[in-house]
C-alpha cells in the first residue's frame, strides 16, 4: 500500500488506518505527482491511492505513467474532494480501478483496497452512506442485462448519455445537443432511472468499465 498527497498530515492520517489493518503493508508516501511515479517504480505497491491536485505531476497524468508500466503491479484508486465527472472520467480512462472521496470513512476506504486488490473496478456512491458500488464488467450478463437497458433509451437520450459519459456538464450538454439545460436535467433523470444508476458520476463509471464510450 502506498498513497501519493501533497497534503502531508493526510497521508499520514492513512498511513495510520493502514498501519492498524493486519493484512496491509504501508510501503510508503509520495506527495508530488512524479514522486508517486518513483515510489510505485522503487517499492512496487499492489495499491496506490492517488490524490488528484498535487505539484509536478497531476494524479491523472501519475496513473497514465504508472499504469503504461505494465510490468508494475499497482493499480490506482483515485482520492478527490470533489464529486467531478471530469474528473471521474478521466481517471477511468486512465485506468483507475477506484474512485473515492476524500470524506470517506476508514471502513469504506479499507473495502475499497481489498476490492481493488481483487480486480474490481469500484466507485462510492453519492449519498455519503458508505455504500462502495462496483462497476466491474461482468460479460456473462452483459448482454442480457446492460443492453437491454441501453436499447430502452430513446434517440435523444443516447446521444445525452454519450455526452455526460465523457464527464460533460449540464451546461456543456446542452450547448452541444442544442437543448435547455431544464430538458438536459430531465434527459439524464430518465436515463438513471432506466440504467438503476443514482448520479452522473455512477454514469461516467458504468459507461467506460463497459466500453460504452
Excluded at 466507485?123 to 443492453?147: A, M, V, Y
Excluded at 446521444?159 to 456543456?172: K, P, Q, T
Amino acid at each position: 500500500m502506498a498513497i501519493a498527497d501533497d497534503h502531508v498530515l493526510f497521508a499520514s492520517g492513512i498511513q495510520m488506518v493502514i498501519d492498524a489493518q493486519p493484512r496491509l503493508i504501508f510501503v510508503g508516501a509520495a506527495h508530488d505527482g512524479q514522486q508517486a511515479v518513483e515510489l510505485c517504480r522503487a517499492k512496487r505497491p499492489q495499491i496506490m491511492l492517488m490524490d488528484v491536485r498535487m505539484p509536478k505531476l497531476d494524479g491523472i497524468s501519475a496513473t497514465k505513467a504508472i499504469l503504461s508500466e505494465h510490468l508494475l503491479p499497482t493499480k490506482i484508486i483515485i482520492l478527490t474532494t470533489h464529486q467531478s465527472e471530469n474528473v471521474a472520467a478521466a481517471a477511468i480512462k486512465a485506468g483507475a480501478a477506484g474512485f473515492l472521496m476524500k470524506d470517506s470513512s476508514p471502513e469504506l476506504l479499507i473495502s475499497a483496497i481489498h476490492a481493488a486488490a481483487a480486480g474490481r473496478t469500484v466507485i462510492t456512491t453519492s449519498d455519503r452512506n458508505n455504500e462502495l458500488l462496483d462497476f466491474t464488467p461482468d460479460h456473462s450478463t452483459r448482454k442480457s442485462q446492460i443492453e437491454p437497458a441501453l436499447e430502452s433509451l430513446s434517440p435523444r437520450e443516447r446521444d445525452v448519455f454519450a455526452y455526460a459519459a465523457n464527464g460533460h456538464s449540464i451546461a456543456d450538454i446542452a450547448r452541444a445537443a442544442h437543448l435547455s439545460e431544464s430538458t438536459v436535467k430531465t434527459h439524464i433523470s430518465n436515463i438513471l432511472s432506466k440504467l438503476g444508476l443514482a448520479s452522473r458520476l455512477q454514469l461516467v463509471a458504468f459507461a467506460h468499465s463497459n466500453h460504452l464510450v
